[in-house]
T-cell receptor, first 112, second 113 residues
């Protein structure tokens, strides 16, 4: 079993839809949770990060962490064609030197 | 502000040839530096990380090596490339404290023929 599981997609949605991207993990020691967006042939860029459980909102993006279920989500409201990219979740634990463990990434396609 | 530069962006190399990918960071001192490889559908695999000059930790046994000759310079090398070394290589920097959020370079796409 991988430490971090993420559905590779592709996930295809119409413009304006609400998108839900998810990751599950097995290591309860993870404390920091991040979402990166990666456009084709580019390096990943950080979208959001959260510490422990709870929600965090930034514009059209909301990150949610449920540590009891070992489940994290990224919601995108009013999705745009420019949101088409691969979304990678990542997480880290202090006891492992805070090295990030990444999911495989979900390909998102927003159709206009 | 901090920036990270990575080059070359693309290269095609024959099997058995050497490799050198370079990464430099500006606007910060004593960063933690990382080399990742990304294969299609497999996410990012950590290859090497460094917490200081001359300090290199290897995460997986492989045909590659890394060096950190200066505080803000990180180099990925190979003496003889294999076909399996093809991939998208990413350099990143981060801080060990707190969330250790990583900032990535634009990547180097290596094709070994």
């Amino acid at each position: 079993q991988k430490e971090v599981e993420q559905d590779p997609g592709p996930l295809s949605v119409p413009e304006g839809a609400i998108v839900s991207l998810n990751c599950t993990y097995s290591n309860s020691a993870f404390q920091y949770f991040m979402w990166y967006r990666q456009y084709s042939r580019k390096g990943p860029e950080l979208l959001m990060y959260t510490y422990s459980s709870g929600n965090k909102e930034d514009g059209r993006f909301t990150a949610q962490v449920d540590k009891s279920s070992k489940y994290i989500s990224l919601f995108i409201r009013d999705s745009q064609p420019s949101d088409s990219a691969t979304y990678l979740c990542a997480m880290s634990a202090k006891e492992y030197g805070n090295k990030l463990v990444f999911g495989a990434g979900t390909i998102l396609r927003v159709k206009s | 502000s901090q920036t990270i530069h990575q080059w070359p962006a693309t290269l095609v190399q024959p099997v058995g040839s050497p490799l050198s990918l370079e990464c430099t960071v500006e606007g910060t001192s004593n960063p933690n530096l990382y080399w990742y490889r990304q294969a299609a559908g497999r996410g990012l695999q950590l290859l090497f990380y460094s917490v200081g000059i001359g300090q290199i930790s290897s995460e997986v046994p492989q045909n590659l090596s890394a060096s950190r000759p200066q505080d803000r310079q990180f180099i990925l090398s190979s003496k003889k490339l294999l076909l399996s070394d093809s991939g998208f290589y990413l350099c990143a920097w981060g801080r060990i404290s707190g969330a250790n959020v990583l900032t990535f370079g634009a990547g180097s796409r290596l094709t070994v023929l």
